[in-house]
T-cell receptor
Framework: NAGVTQTPKFQVLKTGQSMTLQCAQD?????MSWYRQDPGMGLRLIHY???????DQGEVPNGYNVSRSTTEDFPLRLLSAAPSQTSVYFC??????????????FGPGTRLTVL | AQKVTQAQTEISVVEKEDVTLDCVYE???????LFWYKQPPSGELVFLIR??????QNEISGRYSWNFQKSTSSFNFTITASQVVDSAVYFC????????????FGSGTQLTVLP
């Protein structure tokens, strides 16, 4: 199993550009999520999904869109990048996070810089 | 609302010393789950342990041990006889409520083990 994969590993954008961060998992996990990691702030949840066709907002959803058309994929879209979105982005998946029953498996991260 | 506080931003120890990383959590729910994750310099996030609120038994895994105390809302992590390879950022995290779907992370503790 490849686990959780993310592409790209690094990305530089100009303010106002759009892009999609890709995330895929091959463990048939129901739960997938996106976090951003900023210095001194730990990981903050952006969006999450409990299954195909179901998404919901996390702690910091503004400026990001998600969709979940398949169990395997959970892309994160930045419609108009801003310097405040410079961060490291992690995708994670879990068999079932509800109630804390499942540990989360994290992807390797995408380091995004917005100029 | 749920919150995790890791008051120790950075800790530096010399190899073979014992070190304890503190984690204090807040939640109004009686059912909750606590986690510890490790993020080595390579950047990936590695799951270490999950505990539920009904099990206050301390756990030991090799040089790692965890002390869960509901009376003080703490879930501390001790590394015995630290090694250079233990150098990493350690995150404590919490999910609360039987149907909760959001994992809240602390801001992390940077542990440096010097040779």
């Amino acid at each position: 199993n490849a686990g959780v994969t993310q592409t790209p590993k690094f990305q530089v954008l100009k303010t106002g550009q759009s892009m999609t961060l890709q995330c895929a998992q091959d463990m048939n996990h129901e739960y997938m999520s996106w976090y951003r990691q900023d210095p001194g702030m730990g990981l903050r949840l952006i969006h999450y999904s409990v299954g195909a066709g179901i998404t919901d907002q996390g702690e910091v959803p503004n400026g990001y869109n998600v969709s979940r058309s398949t169990t395997e994929d959970f892309p994160l879209r930045l419609l108009s990048a801003a310097p405040s979105q410079t961060s490291v982005y992690f995708c994670a998946s879990s068999r079932n996070l509800a109630g804390g029953r499942g540990e989360q498996f994290f992807g390797p991260g995408t380091r995004l810089t917005v100029l | 609302a749920q919150k995790v506080t890791q008051a120790q931003t950075e800790i530096s120890v010399v190899e073979k010393e014992d070190v304890t990383l503190d984690c204090v959590y807040e939640t109004r729910d009686t059912t909750y789950y606590l986690f510890w994750y490790k993020q080595p310099p390579s950047g990936e996030l590695v799951f270490l342990i999950r505990r539920n609120s009904f099990d206050e038994q301390n756990e030991i895994s090799g040089r790692y041990s965890w002390n869960f105390q509901k009376s003080t809302s703490s879930f501390n992590f001790t590394i015995t006889a630290s090694q250079v390879v233990d150098s990493a950022v350690y995150f404590c995290a919490l999910i609360s409520g039987g149907s909760a779907r959001q994992l809240t992370f602390g801001s992390g503790t940077q542990l440096t083990v010097l040779p």
